[in-house]
């Protein structure tokens, strides 16, 4: 009975984030604010400028009331995203309750500005939400679930457009309860006004008593009217009856009434009444009750109609699902029909199919016998070329044999010319150092013997290929000798005449170029031969120049492109494994730079001048003074500060250079610092705007693969940099031809759609390349690029197994011409 005689509790489950005392009292209004003048309810909506009106209609026309704001939310059916507007029965659980969320949100900062507008006023406010479908079926509700008794409503223009008629057409007018008066206004104006029926005089709010209740009082009642006479002698006091009426009680009770009312947690007023009833009045109690169980009964009678109503609604939507399988059952039947004609037609197609196959079979084998004619045609041709190839090596064996009778007759030429030099120095020396000399010589007998597979010229023909070491002929000139371009035996060749003073010793020198001569690789310009006597090499001619000219656009070379660029570059790495490979003991290099990298026909390079290290005193080839006095222009940028500082050299020290090499390939820039430059680019994720243009549009993979490899190849550490192995130089050669390759689709990256070289995964488990998607975060998204949603954090992890994947597919790719 308690639950019927409170005054109901408006409903907060809608808009929970706001607190029950802001809906109850507003915002800082004081508890006797309102004066006293009762309670009038407000429907409101969407538009804060109609809605600021009519409160302040409302204001003005109810001074002192209490003002409690009717909401009724309409869910939307849609949810808005990049690609358009979606339905919320299409969409997954999470992003219905998202959007949700955000309606909830919206409406709460709506409401919270009609409270602050109720605030500004000094008026009592509160708020009723409800969700409906229909807005103007959820007045109605609200009105009969609360018992509303005064209701203001701002009239809708896109149905009502201020028309009296038309709001009296409306749904609220016309089905809201008789005891509920009703003010429709439209910018600030009273359009119509709907009158309360005259038998709804009863406050059904506050007299609402259950059925049980009034039969208590009827049978009360009629006990005090049989005692009647005892009762007019002495006061009856009735037993106090809390919560069953307010303080507007019917005139014809004879009561005290002491009431007090009290913010409690809910924010709702308890009124207790303990009225006196004289004998007087207890049939006009029975009335009374009786009249008020009539009213239940009516509130009844609609519920029982909304619930009717509803019940329809399920109705109706079983047959609208019925209609809806039975048309699914149609469409699977019209489906089997058309898999029956697809499988006759392709039962057709297989039918033809066939008789083409049994054709291509017979022009198959149409073909295999002409094939067979020729085969035999072509063994023909190959016994005949089998026999052109026997008389031309017959040729061949012949003119070797030329070749080398007069090779052996310059020898024993150069053999007399030394024994006679030899003599006359034991002619001079022969007292004090007769037995040093006779060990010496015959060291250097034997040593002369094993080197004749490197053949050996004489001064005067190498003068006679020069012009006398003309200037004329002079290409280049470095710090351990001269190099001119001379012709002989019926070709072009470069004699390199080194300093003798920078020289080893003549046995010495015998023995490093007897090594040299073992060593033969596509990438390293080949000795031909050598003068030992004057310190002169002589190795093959490479018209193409060196790669200095490119990087400093000499006589106005054309640039070279990436691939070509990446192609000299695993040439290089190829000649560098090949001479650190080499045994009994490693080969450095010692001198790499842009200057000693020629390149021949089709830009493929070849390493020269390796042989400088293992000629040169290793006393003189250490002291770093005479590195410095001896280096071109930027030598000091391609020399290993490891090597610089200590003054040993060792493979690494060419590992460093090469790396140098790859960063001036890539950027195209040949100043000092470079490293330095690259590091800060890449750090910063810029690596695209440091690339050289002229080489063409890069590769994204290719050029961070060689930025990476670049920069590990610099570090000051020579413990740190990587060593050069063939599956190094497997993967750089195949880098020119990566776009001709299908790449898989899992080593691209979603932003770039090139080839990861940094892969790294997101919190949305989506794996992008580190640059592109630090990039996308630094421009302020919070939300995944492939499905738009926030992301749960910016951290990136690295995908070292993807990393691994990507380089071996690289380094085993295999290459079809």
């Keep these: 009975m308690a639950a019927l005689l409170t005054r109901p509790r408006p409903r907060e489950d809608f808009l929970s984030p706001l607190p029950p005392a802001a809906f109850r009292h507003g915002f800082g209004v004081s508890e006797g604010a309102g004066g006293g003048g009762g309670t009038v309810h407000v429907a409101v909506g969407k538009s804060v400028e109609k809605m600021e009106a009519l409160l302040r209609w409302t204001i003005n026309m109810f001074p002192g009331w209490e003002i409690c704001l009717l909401h009724v939310h309409r869910p939307s059916p849609l949810i808005p995203t990049l690609l358009g507007k979606l339905p919320v029965s299409r969409a997954n659980p999470e992003m219905v309750a998202a959007f949700r969320k955000e309606e909830k949100a919206e409406i709460t900062k709506l409401l919270s500005t009609y409270l602050m507008t109720c605030s500004k006023s000094r008026v009592k406010a509160s708020i009723i939400t409800i969700e409906a479908n229909e807005v103007q079926k959820g007045i109605v509700n609200l009105v009969n679930l609360h018992m509303i008794r005064k209701l203001v409503v701002g009239v809708i223009p896109d149905f009502m457009k201020g028309k009296r008629s038309s709001c009296k057409a409306c749904h609220a007018a016309k089905y809201a309860p008789s005891y509920c008066e009703m003010w429709f206004v439209n910018k600030g104006k009273l359009i119509w006004t709907r009158q309360a029926s005259a038998n709804s005089s009863i406050d059904l709010s506050s007299c609402h008593l259950a059925t049980s209740s009034a039969q208590n009082l009827i049978s009360w009642s009629l006990n005090s009217c049989q005692n009647e006479a005892e009762a007019s ?102 489906a089997h029909s058309r898999e029956i004609e697809q499988r006759i037609d392709a039962e057709d197609a297989l039918r033809i199919t066939m008789q083409e196959q049994e054709k291509l079979l017979e022009e198959r084998e149409r073909i295999t016998q002409q094939l067979q004619k020729t085969l035999r045609n072509v063994a023909l041709l190959d016994s005949h070329a089998q026999e052109a190839n026997r008389r031309c090596e017959e040729v061949a064996g012949e003119l070797k044999l030329i070749q080398a009778s007069i090779a052996t007759l310059r020898k024993e030429k150069q053999k007399l010319q030394q024994q006679k030099i030899e003599a006359t120095r034991w002619l001079d020396r022969w007292r004090s150092h007769e037995q040093c000399e006779n060990a010496n010589d015959s060291k250097f007998n034997r040593f002369r013997g094993e080197v004749a597979e490197l053949p050996e010229f004489l001064l005067s023909d190498l003068e006679a290929a020069t012009c006398n070491f003309s200037e004329s002929f002079m290409i280049g000139k470095g710090g351990y000798g001269i190099v001119y371009k001379g012709e002989m035996l019926d070709k072009t060749v470069a004699i390199k005449k080194l300093h003798s003073y920078n020289m080893q010793k003549q046995i010495e020198f015998h023995e490093a170029v007897q090594v040299l001569g073992k060593l033969h690789h596509p990438h390293l310009v080949e000795l031909i031969g050598v003068c030992p006597d ?95 006095c001896t280096g071109s222009t930027g030598v000091s940028l391609y020399t290993d500060p490891e090597s610089h500082r200590t003054g040993a050299v060792s493979h690494k020290s060419d590992i460093y250079s090469f790396g140098v090499v790859i960063l001036q390939l890539v950027t195209g820039k040949t100043h000092g610092g470079l490293v330095g430059e690259v590091k800060r ?132 790719l295999e290459i079809t011409s």
């Design 233 to 334: 002698q002495t006061d009856l006091t009735l037993p106090t009856i809390s919560q069953c009426v307010e303080s507007k009680c019917d005139p014809l009770y004879s009561h005290s009434v002491s009431s007090s009312r009290s913010l409690s947690s809910g924010s709702e007023y308890a009124t207790s009444v303990e009225p006196r009833v004289s004998s007087i009045g207890n049939v006009k109690i029975v009335e009374e009750c009786l009249c008020i169980q009539l009213s239940e009964l009516k509130v009844e009678v609609d519920q029982s109609k909304d619930e009717t109503y509803l019940k329809l609604l399920e109705q109706r939507q079983l047959e609208a699902e019925a209609r809806e399988v039975l048309n699914k059952v149609k469409a699977l039947e019209m």
């Design 534 to 628: 004057s310190w002169l090499l002589v190795y093959e001619y490479l018209p193409g120049g060196s790669l200095q000219n490119y990087l400093f656009n000499n006589n106005n070379i054309s640039p070279l492109n990436w691939k070509t660029r990446a192609q000299i570059l695993a040439d290089i790495a190829s000649g560098l494994l090949f001479l650190h490979s080499f045994r009994p003991k490693k080969i450095v290099h010692g001198n790499l730079k842009p200057e000693n990298l020629l390149l021949g026909s089709g830009n493929r390079c070849k390493i020269s001048d390796y042989a400088d290290h293992m000629l040169t005193a290793n006393q003189t080839f250490r002291c770093p003074s005479f590195r410095r």
């Design 681 to 812: 680019a890449l750090s910063n994720g810029k690596v695209a705007s440091i690339l050289d243009l002229s080489a063409g549009e890069w590769s994204g993979y290719v050029a961070r693969r060689l930025v990476d490899l670049g920069l590990q190849c610099c570090e000051l550490n020579g413990r740190e940099r990587p060593e050069l192995t063939p599956s190094l130089v497997k993967e750089l050669e195949h880098m020119p031809f990566l776009e001709e390759q299908t790449v898989p689709s899992f080593f691209l990256c979603p932003i770039l759609r090139e080839i990861m070289h940094d892969p790294q995964v997101a919190a949305d488990g989506f794996t992008y390349e580190g640059e592109a998607l630090r990039g996308w975060l630094e421009n302020g998204h919070e939300t995944s690029p492939m499905t738009n949603l926030k992301l749960s954090h910016l951290n990136l992890t690295p995908n070292h197994s993807l990393r691994l994947a990507i380089q071996d597919w690289v380094a085993n």
